[in-house]
């Protein structure tokens, strides 16, 4: 199939509307980064890397950013929807590869929305006793809703879930120096557990790539889009080392890493039962603000599909009023609830993260490569530090985000090599039926 490219500024009714500005398109990166993961992974991270705990999210953050300079670099010069899958495609001209690469990414971001819009309808279970299939499904649709009214709404709520979510975290740091004084890092003991607890912690950095999914929203994307992923990673670095050094402070590392709820249980240590409540609201805040940011993030993707010609046209449909892909985002939220009675499988949480890392793999990869092939391609952000066109941090990020692959199961990875080979024949069904399209 030959790709269509789709215009990069404000063309007027029928196309998306640039209303993003550098204030939610960091809320954007901080929100889908702070997520639910940190939730998660501070406790068996805990367990490896003890007192070194901060210093294990420093290292994770600095990994994170090498492949963040990728993203800058390619969006500013590439600023479309699909991002990863356009990206692909110029920097090696093969419909086939890209469309593979478009096609893990739907299918791990519909498994991911399930998995968060029921981790919300547990917490939500919690303090209501509401039905958590029903509950899940109201926030996807109510998520939805959203984002069809606008990009600058759905960025008002981001921005607003994201502050709260931000603060709750902020609330374990302040309740850590009530209690204890000022946090200090200890001296640390055990650096194969830090690196062995960084390697883990990475995945808590995931999110910050999905600001390139709305680089056709964003006003000004060759000067907002860097500043945003540096912001986005920046900011999340210093929440994680003060929530870790807060955590810490509060309870020993190995009953952090024993506790199926460890920031919960840190709260608890300093407010009792109320900081265990009040961190189950603010944790429904952000896994709320997650189900939003990644509706946001997956519509994009299919909508920029649609534009390039390698889905049907239908989904490249943007509603003249809202200016939003409203077909798009309707095909995400189904795609997504028919993830929902799957969501309690723990596995489709590591098929998201494979994904994300094989997509980090290409992005470094297309990077390297338009650096060889295409030098003298517009590039309003290159990443610094190179050996001729070899770009050190592309290179670097590609290296680590293979090694970080090496963490998820081989079940999973054998299952995520199915999913993206299954990509093959849809592919080629679609080609087939788009009138003048090559294979390439």
Do not use: C, K
Request: charged residues 10%.
């Amino acid at each position: 199939m030959r790709l269509r490219r789709v215009r990069t500024r404000d063309p007027g009714p029928g196309h998306l509307r640039r209303r993003i500005g550098i204030i939610g398109l960091s809320a954007y990166g901080v929100g889908t980064i702070l997520g639910a993961g940190v939730y998660a992974l501070i406790g068996p991270a805990a367990g490896l890397a003890g007192h070194g705990l901060w210093l294990s999210f420093l290292l994770a953050a600095l990994v994170a950013a090498l492949t963040g300079l990728s993203y800058a670099e390619l969006t500013t010069a590439i600023p479309r929807a699909a991002a990863e899958f356009e990206f692909v495609h110029d920097a090696f001209g093969s419909d086939r590869l890209a469309f593979l690469v478009g096609w893990i990414l739907v299918l791990s971001n519909s498994a991911s929305l399930g998995t968060v819009a029921l981790g919300f309808a547990g917490y939500l279970y919690s303090l209501s006793g509401l039905p958590i299939s029903l509950a899940a499904l109201a926030l996807i649709l109510v998520m939805m809703a959203v984002n069809i009214i606008g990009i600058r709404e759905s960025t008002a709520v981001n921005v607003l879930f994201t502050v709260i979510e931000t603060g709750g975290l902020v609330l374990v740091i302040v309740a850590a120096t009530r209690v204890h004084g000022p946090l200090l890092p200890t001296p640390v003991e055990n650096w194969s557990g830090v690196v062995e607890g960084a390697a883990l912690i990475f995945f808590a950095y995931l999110g910050f790539e999905e600001i390139a999914h709305v680089s056709e929203e964003t006003v000004a994307p060759e000067r907002f889009i860097p500043l945003a992923i540096t912001i986005s990673v920046v900011l999340t670095a210093l929440l994680y080392v003060g929530i870790a050094l807060a955590a810490l402070a509060l309870v020993p590392p190995s009953e952090l890493a024993a506790s199926p709820a460890p920031l919960a249980d840190a709260l608890a240590a300093a407010w009792g039962q109320r900081g265990r409540e009040v961190l189950n609201v603010i944790a429904l805040f952000a896994t709320a603000n997650t189900v939003l940011l990644l509706l946001t993030a997956g519509a994009r993707m299919l909508y920029g599909m649609a534009s390039s010609g390698a889905l049907p046209g239908v989904l490249g449909y943007v509603h003249p009023s809202t200016r939003t892909p409203i077909v798009a985002i309707i095909v995400q939220g189904i795609v997504a609830m028919a993830f929902l009675p799957l969501g309690a499988v723990s596995a489709l949480g590591s098929l998201a993260s494979w994904a994300a890392l094989m997509a980090f793999v290409a992005v470094n990869a297309a990077l390297l490569w338009l650096r060889r092939t295409q030098p003298q391609l517009r590039r309003p952000f290159r990443v610094p530090l190179a050996l001729g066109w070899v770009s050190l941090p592309a290179l670097l990020g590609l290296l680590t985000a293979l090694l970080a692959s090496l963490r998820v199961t081989p079940e999973v990875i054998v299952v995520g090599i199915v999913t993206t080979l299954l990509g093959i024949p849809i592919y080629e069904i679609i080609r087939r039926r788009t009138p003048g399209s090559e294979s390439t």
